[in-house]
């Protein structure tokens, strides 16, 4: 079994700057792949951000250049740096990680809310 507690998401001003934050209850060299997903009413669920067991990450187009996604395997932590926020990225935004035999376990979504 695997849990992912999520957190950092909050109101900010359009230009400004969140955190998010997603600790897994196991080992990330366990994991297969890890990332967030993020969804606006109205709006398809849209593949944020991903990061493999190598280290190589993988971005949408909307966000490239402006958010980071980082590893702490110390702390079995998975971050999203967001940079630069728009309106348009409005969203509940949800972690992810991929296990052995294409098991995928979800945190419960933090709330991120651009002001313009």
């Known amino acids: 079994q695997v849990t992912l507690g999520e957190s950092g998401g909050g109101l900010v001003q359009a230009g400004g700057s969140l955190r998010l934050s997603c600790v897994v209850s196991?080992?990330?060299?366990?994991?297969?792949?890890m990332g967030w997903y993020r969804q606006a009413p109205g709006n398809q669920r849209e593949l944020v951000a991903s990061?493999?067991?190598?280290?190589?990450?993988n971005y949408a187009d909307s966000v490239k250049g402006r958010f980071t996604i980082s590893r702490d395997n110390s702390k079995n932590t998975l971050s999203l740096q967001m940079n630069s926020l728009k309106p348009e990225d409005t969203a509940v935004y949800y972690c992810f990680c991929d296990v052995a035999f294409g098991r995928r376990y979800w945190g419960q979504g933090t709330q991120v809310t651009v002001s313009s």
């Open positions: 990061i493999n067991t190598g280290g190589s990450q």
């Open positions: 196991r080992s990330l060299f366990a994991m297969n792949g």
